[in-house]
């Protein structure tokens, strides 16, 4: 079973100070920087990432850079909420789902659908947990 993390993109943009910070600058800063983050997440781990992001356009909107995570903008008129719901609701029965968020209903929400929920600060400490693993990986190629 593939495992899948789903990421509501500006609840974690808003619960990071330093991507506070850059958000308070540009917002796509700090987009841009989460993605990256997300996207090393990926790499290290083998999780499949998924961010979700509110947008402004009349669909929704999907992007994947090879090699990259997955990013949803939802449509206008749409919250980013319920993009995760909606994928949550579909594929939970289908992949081993976790959804990180600050946003409580949301969590509550994923979970009756059969998926995890993991909060922003979870979230961190798994990100730096995966990228030591991969270091200490890559250290013990570089020995051998």
């Known amino acids: 079973m593939a495992k899948f993390l789903i990421v509501d993109g500006h609840s974690i943009l808003f619960a ?3 991507l506070r910070t850059l958000h ?5 800063l700090a987009r841009e920087a989460l993605v990256r983050m997300l996207t090393a997440y990926q790499d290290a781990s083998g ?3 998924v961010a979700v992001f509110d947008g402004q356009g009349d669909k929704l909107q999907e992007t ?4 990259g995570i997955q990013i949803f903008y939802s449509a206008r008129g749409q919250t980013a909420d319920s993009v995760i719901e909606r994928l949550v609701a579909v594929y939970a029965s289908q992949h ?3 959804v990180a968020s600050a946003d409580r209903l ?5 979970t009756s659908f ?4 993991i909060s922003p600060e979870l979230l961190r400490a798994r990100m730096e947990e995966a990228q030591g693993d991969l270091r200490r990986e890559i250290d013990r ?4």
């Open 114 to 117: 059969g998926g995890e929920t």
């Open 47 to 49: 999780t499949r990432v």
């Open 141 to 144: 190629h570089r020995r051998k």
């Open 64 to 67: 994947t850079e090879p090699g």
């Open 106 to 110: 949301e969590r509550q929400t994923a």
């Open 96 to 98: 081993e789902l976790t």
């Open 24 to 28: 308070g600058q540009r917002m796509s």
């Open 16 to 18: 990071w100070p330093e």
